[in-house]
């Protein structure tokens, strides 16, 4: 056999870990049962992986008899890396927005950082942050002198600053982007990241005004469309719902023209607006109606389509959402799922790692969740 051992308990099911552990402490499977109040057929069920562990109460219980921690079960408790839980890179990229005005002492043709800029864009849409984290100083830096091309670079700079938790330094990089930029159409895609980083700071009005504004000023759908969608959501954030509707259908009757170039890196189409529609639903406060639009919307046909990002963070929305209706089961499966598809996102991002830690204290928790707390340093 080759690569990995069959045990590697690093790819374990938690039955087999539970078998392991049974032996080694020297238990039959009808000790075990009669410990548990449990069949023995239970418990055969569970070692084979025939039936799930899905409840951390079980998994705590279990554990208990066996005198092991709880994380035992779930997997290798391991420190958590930078990767997973805080991205060191924000000090550097903080460093690099504060020489904006430097230029670097030998400047780099535009067709060398032509590339970088889009492969930044590649890893951000990917949720890469902590790759993304490393090359934003340098890339900035090259980027100096090229309008084109640092608008965008600042954009990217701005949108996972936000992810991370640090809308003032993004709103600042979101700014920067909005000088840097030449034309009325880069100007309204920096705009973009203005309005996302306001309304990470609750300055909703503001982002609403910034929006509509910006909106006017370009043709290019895409961009247009998805002003207007961070309008209706800094509408939302207002409490105004009609308001927001009429935004978003506005929004939607672009998105219906079906164009597909996006030069820009808005992923705007029929499908972010359906995601819109249930943002707006959550900032309002009808959890109800946005579990609702959330089903609808990972129904649609291009929500496989969407960057792992977009997706990553809808499903931490809408465990938000399901959170509000008190589904805790489903909270914590769309949490899961965003893990699997896009870790850092749930890993990274304060309001994930918040989300996490609630679920993971509740009795009974999914273990899934119970297993990302562990891994991430979050306590039960």
């Known amino acids: 056999m080759t690569g990995r051992r069959l045990l590697d308990t690093d790819e374990m099911p938690i039955g087999r870990r ?48 066996l005198r092991l921690d709880p994380a035992v079960l779930l997997g290798p408790h391991r420190p958590p890396s930078a990767a997973e839980t805080r991205l060191d890179g924000v000090e550097a990229v903080r460093a690099a927005l504060a020489r904006y005005h430097r230029r670097p002492p030998t400047p780099v043709p535009a067709d060398q950082v032509e590339p970088h800029v889009a492969h930044a864009w590649l890893t951000y849409q990917h949720a890469h942050y902590a790759q993304l984290l490393r090359v934003l100083p340098s890339l900035l830096d090259a980027a100096h002198g090229h309008r084109d091309l640092l608008v965008p670079a600042y954009r990217i700079t701005a949108s996972v600053l936000v992810k991370l938790g640090e809308p003032d330094l993004a709103w600042l990089a979101a700014d920067r982007a909005v000088t840097a930029a030449g034309n009325p159409t880069h100007a309204a895609t920096a705009t973009i990241a203005v309005t996302q980083a306001l309304r990470a700071l609750g ?81 309002i406060g009808d959890s109800t109606e946005a579990v609702a639009r959330h089903e609808s919307a990972i129904r649609a046909g291009g929500w496989s389509r969407l960057p792992v990002e977009h997706r990553a963070a809808h499903l931490v929305d809408a465990a938000r959402a399901h959170l509000g209706t008190g589904d805790l089961t489903a909270a914590a499966r769309a949490l899961v ?35 990302i707390a562990a891994m991430i340093g979050l306590t039960r």
């Open 203 to 283: 300055r909703h009005r503001l982002a609403l005004t910034a929006a509509r504004a910006a909106a006017d000023t370009t043709t290019h759908d895409a961009v247009r469309g998805t002003l207007l969608l961070q309008a209706g959501l800094a509408a939302a954030g207002c409490g105004d719902r009609r308001h927001a509707d009429d935004l978003t259908d506005r929004a939607a009757a672009l998105a219906d023209r079906g164009a597909t170039d996006d030069p820009h890196h808005t992923a705007f189409n029929p499908t972010t607006v359906l995601l819109a529609r249930f943002l707006t639903a959550l900032e």
């Open 337 to 371: 799922e965003a893990d699997r598809i896009a870790p850092a996102e749930v890993r990274c991002r304060p309001v994930a790692r918040t989300l996490v830690a609630e679920i993971a204290r509740c009795d009974p928790a999914a273990a899934d969740v119970a297993r």
């Open 18 to 65: 539970v078998a392991r552990w049974r032996v080694r402490r020297r238990m039959t499977q009808q000790m075990l049962a009669d410990r548990l109040g449990k069949s023995k057929s239970w418990v055969d069920k569970v070692e084979r992986g025939v039936r799930a562990l899905d409840r951390y109460s079980v998994i705590q219980e279990i554990a208990e008899v």
